[in-house]
Nanobody
Framework: QVQLVESGGGLVQAGGSLRLSCAAS????????VGWFRQAPGKEREFVVA????????KYADSVKGRFTVSRDNTKNMVYLQMNSLKPEDTAVYFC?????????????????RGQGTQVTVSS
């Protein structure tokens, strides 16, 4: 059974930090790229960052460059999203998704699996 489970969300003040985790199971994780996306109430889903199968290549949305860092540990089937200098506009449900062809892409619809998400709320 394929599963992607996000954790680490919560409430934080502006300027604070959170570390999200994405735990994968049920598929050959190390061959998949992983992306993080977010969706705020009343807004469209937004690409945040993607990391390729090896972890060497990444793509970041301009809105998070310099503040967010993605990493993965293929020995543990985990992907992490370190979020620093958080802003109220970062408030959203964040979810991870897996893409079987292994390259870091931005289009959420092309991903094969996705998790349920974790809420991140940044207060001003």
């Amino acid at each position: 059974q394929v599963q992607l489970v996000e954790s680490g969300g919560g409430l934080v003040q502006a300027g604070g930090s959170l570390r999200l985790s994405c735990a994968a199971s049920g598929f050959f994780f190390s061959t998949y790229a992983v992306g993080w996306f977010r969706q705020a109430p009343g807004k469209e889903r937004e690409f945040v960052v993607a990391i390729n199968r090896s972890g060497v290549n990444t793509k970041y949305a301009d809105s998070v460059k310099g503040r967010f860092t993605v990493s993965r540990d293929n020995t543990k089937n985990m992907v992490y999203l370190q979020m620093n200098s958080l802003k109220p506009e970062d408030t959203a449900v964040y979810f991870c998704a897996a893409y079987k062809w292994g390259t870091a892409i931005q289009k959420a619809d092309e991903y094969d699996y996705r998790g349920q998400g974790t809420q991140v709320t940044v207060s001003s």
